[in-house]
């Protein structure tokens, strides 16, 4: 395990255990001595605050009985621990996507079209496909040729096709018009479902969208 690694096991440790007991502090006999000597790392670096003798008092009495030691995140720790939880993972190195994904680029344009649509998020009746956000947060660009790379599903490009196609309606159709061509995907309300969650289905799924544009 590496040492990023272990350091978030750690601050997720303090976090749970300090949100379990209500005042934030994890206290010396919830973590593993091996665990309390990490904590002194990761608050050398910002990460943690020990409890001064002020604290710990405070601690003890609510406790009932003495606290020698007490640890919990700072507001950089917090932060560190929400980016780690959510960091993006590596993407498979070319020709090893899953059997079930294609590799897809786009092009600067477009991906900027992609992040609005999974921004919104939660404002959508016809939400982004699952794990479509997670493929557009770890999704590398290959700046020789201005690419941006994702590996998807069909479900997920049928989904990049209704995000295009609101690009497309509130301003531009070339991004839309482009991955039709080059993937032959479109969003087609005459044609989509009458399930709205199979808005944005695929020209190659046959029910809800036409085929090159």
Not at 6 to 17: G, K, S
Not at 21 to 38: F, K, R, S, V
Not at 95 to 121: K, N, Y
Not at 142 to 165: C, F, N, P
């Amino acid at each position: 395990m590496r040492s990023w690694e272990r350091a978030l096991l750690v601050l997720e440790a303090l976090w749970e255990r300090g949100q379990a007991a209500g005042h934030g502090w994890t206290l010396d006999t919830e973590l593993l001595p091996p665990h309390q000597q990490q904590v002194n790392v990761l608050e050398n670096q910002g990460l943690v605050e020990l409890a001064c003798r002020e604290d710990r008092a405070e601690l003890s009495v609510l406790e009932g009985r003495p606290v020698r030691w007490a640890a919990r995140l700072t507001p950089y720790g917090h932060d560190t621990l929400a980016y780690g939880q959510s960091r993006p993972r590596a993407e498979p190195p070319p020709g090893e996507a899953a059997p079930d994904r294609q590799m897809v680029e786009l092009i600067p344009s477009q991906m900027a079209a992609l992040r609005v649509f999974v921004g919104l998020t939660g404002r959508l009746r016809v939400p982004p496909a699952d794990g479509l956000a997670e493929q557009v947060r770890s999704a590398s660009c290959d700046h020789g040729i201005k690419r941006w790379r994702l590996y998807l599903t069909q479900v997920q490009m049928e989904s990049v096709a209704y995000g295009l196609w609101l690009h497309r309606m509130t301003g531009s159709a070339a991004e839309a018009n482009r991955f039709g061509r080059e993937y032959g995907v479109e969003h087609s309300p005459a044609r989509a479902s009458d399930n709205p969650s199979a808005a944005g289905a695929a020209a190659r799924g046959g029910t809800g969208a036409s085929g090159r544009g």
